[in-house]
Structure formats: structure tokens, C-alpha cells
């Protein structure tokens, strides 16, 4: 692919949450995970990865009430699940009679980045064949959940999600703060309030109406909790609520020392 291709395939990216009825060839899946692991960077070369695929629909439907009853789980003919795992290799140590290792936060944050990394290549190459996704966040708050019902062992926790399926959609591409607010050269620069004015101006704006457009059940939800901008309902009670991210980190710590990654 060339650099310009690939500078088109980036512009090209959406989200997307509507599907067609058609399914995917899981040759296609499979190679395009492998290609996607051999093209990611993986620290030390561990690949303490592990992507469980769910297409079956019985098991999508629970899935999708564990992702928060969000319909594109049943839409979508695959969901992707990437997980932190170093189960895999703390059996291969043991079995080569070596120290055992990789059962601390360390590895937690060693683990679950490369799964990042390996989620997003993953990203890319499903849409560079005509494929949409949608990143679920989800996860992070019923990681627990997910990992029971997909099986998961000690040492592996699941990261993120993705559906994944023939788009029946074609958003518009979203707004994203401009390289001057995030781009640093040599240290960091703290932004001052008209820096914030400039970069989050626009971008506010049309946020707003695309919420509000939603229908008037959100406008009415906005009314009902005093929201008056974007960033007031990005931390409301029914958006990303503070308390409630409160709790589930709270939960999320308690996990990860319970499932071996506590040190």
C-alpha cells in the first residue's frame, strides 16, 4: 500500500453501528488477525495477546446485554474481544522449568497495550478490505462479566471490543482537536483558556447538535439534568458520570489483583 492509500484509508475511517445481512468468510478474519499481529509491535516480542471471536447468535445476544443492550452487537455478524494475556506464556515458563513471571500491574499495562496495539491494526486492515468497526468501551466496565462468560483464565482479562460486519451506513467523519492541541514540541504546553476556547470552540458546537439531534427524548434528558454545553454532559450522569467511573475503577483494581495481575 502506498503512503497515499494508506493517507486515504485513515480519512476513510468511521464508526460504524448499522450492518448489512451478510456475513464474513472466517478465512478472511483469521488471516487478517494473524497479518495484523505479525504488523503490530508487541513488547519483548511476548504477544501476550489473545482475540476471542464470537459470531454465534446466541451467544452475541449476551454478549450485547453485557455491552449495555447496544444493538449493533446483534447487528453485527462478528464481535472481536482482544485480551491481556500472559496465561499462555506464565505455562510456557512453567513448563521450561523458568521463574515465573509477568503476574504484576506491570504486566497488566504490557499486556493491554500490545492488545491495543494489535486492536487497532486489526482496525485498519479489516477496513482496508471494505469492512466497518465500532469500538466498544464497554468492556472496561463489565470486564468481569465478559471474562466469565468467555472463559477467561488468571492472567487474562479482556481489553477491548470491536464489531465488526459490511457496513449498511455511511457516517460523516468525526471532528478531531486540531495538531495544535495535542502535537508538543520538545515539552509539554500547557494550554491557556483561550487555547481552549480555539481548540474546543467548533468541535463543541457541533457535538451539541449531533446529541441533540438524536431526537427530543436527549434534548429532554438534557433539560432534565441542566445540561447547557458539551463538556457539562460529558460528565452528567448520563453520559461519562464520574461516580459511576468512580465505582468501576474501584471494581476494575479489585479484578485485576483477584485474576493475577495485582503483584
Known amino acids: ?27 478472511l478474519v483469521d488471516r487478517v488477525l494473524v497479518q495484523a499481529l505479525q504488523g503490530s509491535s508487541s513488547s519483548g516480542n511476548l504477544n501476550l495477546v489473545s482475540v476471542i471471536k464470537t459470531s454465534d447468535a446466541a451467544r452475541k445476544q449476551h454478549l450485547c446485554t453485557l455491552h449495555f443492550d447496544q444493538p449493533m452487537v446483534l447487528q453485527a455478524p462478528l464481535v472481536l474481544t482482544f485480551c491481556a494475556d500472559s496465561h499462555r506464556t506464565r505455562q510456557w515458563l512453567a513448563q521450561r522449568d523458568a521463574r515465573l513471571g509477568f503476574a504484576d500491574f506491570i504486566s497488566w499495562h504490557v499486556a493491554g497495550y500490545d492488545a491495543i496495539i494489535l486492536a487497532q491494526t486489526t482496525a485498519l486492515a479489516l477496513e482496508s478490505h471494505g469492512l466497518g468497526i465500532c469500538y466498544m468501551g464497554t468492556t472496561l466496565h463489565a ?33 478531531r482537536l486540531p495538531g495544535a492541541a495535542w502535537i508538543h514540541n520538545e515539552r509539554y504546553q500547557r494550554p491557556t483558556p483561550a487555547d481552549i476556547d480555539a481548540h474546543f470552540g467548533e468541535r463543541e458546537e457541533r457535538g451539541r447538535e449531533r446529541y441533540l439531534a438524536l431526537g427530543p427524548e436527549m434534548a429532554a434528558r438534557w433539560a432534565e439534568h441542566g445540561i447547557r454545553s458539551l463538556a457539562q ?16 475503577s474501584a471494581a476494575l483494581e479489585d479484578l485485576l489483583r483477584a485474576r493475577g495481575f495485582g503483584g
Open 1 to 27: 500500500m502506498t503512503a497515499d492509500a494508506f493517507s486515504a484509508l485513515l480519512r476513510q475511517h468511521r464508526s460504524i453501528r448499522c450492518f448489512q445481512d451478510r456475513g464474513i468468510d472466517p478465512a
Open 143 to 175: 470486564m468481569q462479566a465478559i471474562a466469565d462468560f468467555l472463559d477467561c483464565p488468571d492472567h487474562c482479562l479482556p481489553v477491548t471490543s470491536m464489531v465488526v460486519g459490511w457496513p449498511a451506513e455511511s457516517p460523516p467523519s468525526r471532528d
Open 233 to 248: 454532559f460529558y460528565t452528567s450522569k448520563i453520559k461519562y458520570d464520574p461516580d459511576q467511573f468512580a465505582r468501576d
